[in-house]
Structures are given as C-alpha cells and as structure tokens.
C-alpha cells in the first residue's frame, strides 16, 4: 500500500534546522547527504517513525524563501502526536520551544500549538 513518505519544509539553513529539530523536538537525523550541487538531502523523523519523515529543503530562490515559516498560510500544518503530553511538552519548553497557548482538553485528546523556529505552526498532540 503506498504511503506518506516525506513532507518538504522549506528552511534557511539545513544547519540550523538540523539542530533545531534534533534538540528541540527531539527528532533523529536519519539522512544528511551532499548532492553535488551545495544542496543536501536532509531528512529527520521523530524517533521510531516508519513511514513519515520530513525532508528539510534549503529555500533555492526568492520565492520559496518568502514561504520560510508560513508554508500553510498560517494555520497549524504539522501535527506532532506523543504518548506522553507531559513529558515532551515539559522537554520542548525547556528547550525553548514557544508554546502559543497552555495545552487545552478537547474531546480528542490534549493538545497545545507551537511554532518552530522559522514560525511554522504544530500541534502536540497526545490523542484521548
């Protein structure tokens, strides 16, 4: 069965993501590999995901870096799930991770929305 594999963000640094998503969300690199032409191909995935990563991809021209950290026009586009709210909300604030808002109950579990360090909007979510 086909399947989500990866999803793109478009970055400023792959450095600088890198470490923030490694450190801050706590994330693996799972690939970083040169491709000749000064780009790399850099994927990182939170730890024991099978089959969504995302691939962070350096912005290559005025255009795309105008998307930087508003690729879904300002609504949450990422959705990180945990199995403990808690902890890795508790982990990714000490982090300085910026939380918009204290996590909320709703019928579908506890959620809160958080922005990466280019603006983009998250949810972490731990379902009910």
């Not at 450095?15 to 970083?32: H, I, P, S």
């Not at 982990?91 to 603006?119: K, N, Q, S, W």
Request: no cysteine; charged share 25%; net charge negative.
């Amino acid at each position: 069965m086909p399947h989500l594999a990866l999803t793109a963000l478009v970055v400023r640094d792959y450095d600088e993501a890198v470490d923030f998503y490694t450190r801050a969300l706590g994330f693996e690199l799972r690939e970083d590999s040169p491709r000749g032409d000064g780009t790399r191909w850099v994927v990182v995935a939170p730890p024991g995901a099978r089959e969504s990563a995302l691939l962070l991809a350096r912005a290559a021209n005025p255009g795309q870096a105008a998307r930087i950290g508003d690729q879904t026009g300002g609504r949450v586009g990422f959705f990180l799930s945990t199995d403990d709210f808690a902890r890795d909300h508790a982990r990714m604030t000490a982090e300085g991770v910026e939380f918009e808002e204290p996590p909320r109950h709703e019928p579908y579990g506890t959620v809160a929305v958080f922005r990466d360090l280019y603006g983009n909007r998250w949810d972490l979510l731990q379902s009910a």
